[in-house]
């Protein structure tokens, strides 16, 4: 859900802070369900304190061994109906607050049909930016359940189980364990499910990232209620191996066939090298040390890889594929199998798909066995960009005899009611963090009555503001493109008037000359704020600039240039239009640069994008960054942390494994430094 202020935002204040119902604030919650006597027994116990190591578990491994049975003939995967056919199950994040899980139902022919509502939360209950999902038979009556980590503004972190009841649905929340503030946190842990004792239920290994070199496995084990244990150190690393979690994928699979889950991670070196790891589940619940295996040099680009986890031959035991993003625009899954030896290995194409028919950034992915052959498929929830955007549709990659797939199959769709960035497919692992966005830099502009009287002139409509977002961190900026009098000059200035430049005061730039009269605009300089002294510059100067210095452009088309763009003399509205659309055309080739002027204006807005399909130059009307802030600017500049809640929602919605999604806020250096550990 989009988080109120405090749980409790009064409309008049929301709205004066320019947020969208419920977006923002300082204190999440979970409420209308009480913390239970069993959260209250586990709080405070085996935790890892960030600044120091954990207490190892004083329970022996072999009496955990002795109490684990020997496992038990499995059903298919997260079956939430027991139909015998593995389904998916998605977190809806509804705008106006309220949170539910859809259950899709699997078709014997593998297609998921139109979602169920299993379960629903009334607004204000759940921030789903705090959550960390992951699904499994956690007491063991062969039902899919959802469990999930939630962490609290005041750093506990409580451990959550929805059984399932059999019929699609879900009962109520069960909360089994808790952690008190300063013990875990909640952005260190990376949750991954699987029956790693062998006993029949699935039980969560937390990856706890210390951010001191340190990393360790957490096994929280399963209890025949669906709840889980206190923690145990089940693994640990040390700062010399010289890991980070954001260079690791995970996924968990009984790939030895001994009964027990195992833990299956690439892993993304610095070098550019990509290797396969696994960690094999041992009788107590814990991991043996990792064994390499598959590796490549050079050919495989980390953040193009995603990693899926499935028994896609039907022989007992459990794959890794990796869906692989190529940079020509083609996909493919590519399987290894474990080997005696321990390794990953057997590299092979189980799935192609040409350039165009898929973008797997539109994709979210989840294993099971959909048509209950006893073979893995994959299915998707698809959400299309091109002609068809919004629609939202689950496609099935179903598995043949041989391990490979084929399929395509479509199954529901619809393209109305369901956003697609608010839907979350729940997996046994997690798909780690996200690319770091691309940051796009805005120079501030104070945003109550009369902003234009505190104007300090940021904006980087200058080679001086272009070098300066990057030294923020930022690879493009959003700057503004105004036109001079009967469009005989594009130029890159903010204001409706001069305000803020020297020279003759003008309540409209558009009226003024580039180079002709006593008021012409060139040459004026800035008279205030950070870039005093720097002067205007045309549009081909300024796009130039920011080619020079490799920033990508985004340019908004102020309003004001309506004077001339939609001049009522034809001569005036093609000398105008060719000042905007003329140094486009002549860079685009090299240079990355997109448009767009701002609603209000609709029939500026219409005969932009007339013009600019026209002309060839499509691409800029596209892509363009998300604008993430939660707080409007004012001087002097508000704290960057007013925005945490509102950056948190948005990495969280639109970031995604393979992909870095532009980004645009005011605040580039503060963005920049609050994404560290975030995404990778």
């Not at 593998?110 to 009334?122: F, H, K, M, N, R």
């Not at 750093?155 to 059999?166: A, P």
């Not at 244990?229 to 010399?240: G, N, V």
Request: glycine fraction near 14%; charged fraction near 25%; include cysteine.
């Amino acid at each position: 859900m989009k988080r109120p202020m405090g749980m409790v935002c009064a409309a008049v204040v929301c709205a004066l802070l320019g947020l969208q119902a419920g977006v923002g604030g300082a204190s999440a919650q979970v409420r209308g369900e009480p913390l239970t006597a069993a959260t209250a027994a586990g709080a405070g116990t085996e935790l890892p304190q960030v600044s120091g190591v954990a207490p190892e578990n004083t329970a022996d491994s072999a009496a955990r061994a002795a109490t684990a049975g020997a496992g038990a003939a499995r059903g298919p995967r997260h079956d939430y109906n027991r139909d015998g056919r593995s389904d998916m199950v998605s977190w809806y994040d509804y705008s106006e607050g309220q949170d539910a899980l859809h259950t899709f139902a699997a078709g014997p022919d593998g297609s998921l049909s139109a979602p169920i509502t299993g379960w629903d939360a009334a607004e204000g209950n759940y921030w789903a930016e705090h959550m960390k999902y992951v699904t499994g038979d956690f007491n063991g009556d062969g039902t899919g359940d959802v469990a999930a980590f939630y962490g609290y503004d005041d750093g506990r972190v409580s451990l959550f189980t929805w059984l399932g009841k059999g019929d699609g649905t879900f009962g109520t929340r069960l909360t089994s364990w808790t952690a008190d503030p300063g013990n875990w946190t909640f952005d260190a842990i990376t949750a991954e499910a699987g029956d790693f004792d062998g006993d029949g239920r699935d039980d969560i290994a937390a990856w706890y990232d210390y951010r001191n070199g340190d990393d360790k496995l957490f096994t929280f084990l399963a209890r025949p209620d669906g709840g889980f244990a206190s923690p145990f150190s089940s693994f640990a690393r040390t700062e010399a191996d010289g890991w980070e979690v954001g260079r690791m994928k995970f996924a968990t699979g009984d790939y030895d066939g001994d009964g027990r889950d195992d833990l299956g991670v690439l892993y993304g070196y610095a070098s550019g090298t990509v290797t396969l790891m696994s960690f094999t589940g041992l009788p107590g619940g814990g991991f043996a040390e990792p064994v390499r295996g598959w590796e490549s040099a050079t050919g495989w680009t980390f953040s193009r890889a995603t990693v899926h986890s499935g028994d896609f031959d039907g022989d007992g035991r459990d794959s890794i594929a990796a869906w692989y993003d190529y940079a020509d625009g083609h996909d493919a899954l590519i399987g290894f199998d474990f080997d005696a030896t321990g390794r990953f290995g057997n590299r092979r194409e189980i799935l192609n798909r040409p350039a165009g028919w898929y973008e797997r950034s539109r994709m979210k992915i989840v294993t099971g066995d959909y048509n209950g052959d006893g073979r893995d498929d994959l299915a998707t929830l698809y959400g299309y960009t091109d002609l068809r955007s919004g629609t939202v549709k689950t496609i099935t990659f179903t598995a043949q005899a041989d391990g490979t797939l084929t399929g395509d199959l479509h199954g529901w769709e619809t393209d109305k009611d369901w956003a697609f960035d608010r839907m979350r497919p729940i997996e046994r692992h997690s798909q780690g963090l996200p690319i770091c966005p691309t940051i796009f830099g805005h120079g501030g502009y104070p945003t109550a009555v009369n902003g234009y009287e505190r104007d300090q002139i940021r904006q980087p409509n200058h080679p001086r503001g272009l070098a300066q977002h990057k030294s923020w961190g930022a690879g493009g900026v959003e700057a503004d493109l105004q036109l001079t009098r009967d469009g005989t000059k594009a130029v890159m200035w903010h204001n409706q008037s001069t305000r803020g430049l020297t020279g003759p005061y003008a309540k409209y730039a558009n009226t003024l000359w580039w180079a002709t009269g006593t008021d012409q605009l060139k040459g004026r300089t800035i008279d205030r704020g950070p870039y005093k002294g720097e002067t205007v510059y045309t549009f081909r100067e300024w796009l130039d600039s920011a080619r020079s210095q490799n920033m990508a452009a985004f340019v908004e088309l102020k309003e004001e240039a309506g004077q001339s763009l939609l001049n009522k003399d034809a001569s005036i509205r093609a000398t105008a239009w060719n000042e905007v659309i003329a140094p486009i055309k002549d860079r685009i080739a090299d240079q990355q640069i997109m448009i767009y002027t701002k609603t209000e204006n609709a029939e500026l807005k219409a005969e932009l994008e007339k013009r600019i399909e026209a002309a060839g130059l499509g691409v800029t009307l596209k892509n363009h960054p998300r604008w993430v802030d939660g707080i409007g600017w004012e001087e002097p500049a508000p704290a960057a942390s007013g925005n945490y809640a509102t950056w948190l929602n948005r990495l969280s919605r639109y970031g995604l494994p393979t992909t870095s999604v532009p980004m645009a806020t005011t605040w580039p250096k503060e963005l920049k430094s609050w994404l560290s550990g975030r995404c990778v």
